[in-house]
């Protein structure tokens, strides 16, 4: 049995019993989420949502990216958020690697070099003070007021804020 077989089977016996309100794609709370794909962040455990309250953007870091404002201007624009909570983590992935030595990597397996940045970093409050400036300098964010950065810590689960 395939993973993706075992979370059928766990959906398949699941049944309806996620509670929340599926009626509208407009989170109820009007809040962003931005954190890491990191497994061990509970997105709706972490800060008790329901199903409908918050759109949950993820990616590799939690970092805003060129995608992350996309995702974050239709999550304002079309469906009616706006506030911004970023959440980054301590032993992030993102602080094990360097930005070149990547890059060096995937070019020397594949040939080719990436375009795209890996947004590599030493400092989980620096890269959380870098995303939310990025967040709140958008031109195509209109509510860009209140965003605040979060630490996440993986082994107490502490959140802490950074200025």
């Known amino acids: ?20 309100d599926r009626s509208s ?10 954190t890491c794909m ?5 997105v709706f455990e972490l800060f008790g949502l329901l199903q409908g309250e918050s759109h949950v953007l993820r990616n590799a870091g939690g970092v805003v990216t060129d995608d992350m404002i996309r995702s974050l201007a239709l999550s304002q624009r079309k ?6 909570l970023i959440v980054q983590h301590t032993e992030c992935g993102l602080s094990m690697v360097t930005e070149d030595d990547f890059k060096d ?46 630490v996440y810590d993986v082994k107490t689960g502490k959140l802490t804020e950074v200025q």
């Open 79 to 84: 469906l009616g958020t706006r506030e911004v």
């Open 25 to 34: 794609p407009k989170p109820s709370l009007q809040v962003a989420v931005l």
């Open 1 to 20: 049995m395939t993973s993706i077989d075992v979370l059928l089977k766990r959906n398949q016996e699941l049944g309806e019993v996620t509670p929340g």
């Open 38 to 42: 990191d497994a061990r962040i509970r």
């Open 105 to 150: 990597e995937l070019e020397s397996d594949t040939g080719l070099r990436p375009t795209w940045s890996v947004e590599a970093f030493r400092s989980v409050e620096n890269s959380v003070r870098t995303s939310v400036e990025r967040v709140r300098r958008s031109a195509y964010l209109p509510h860009t007021e209140n965003v605040r950065g979060f």
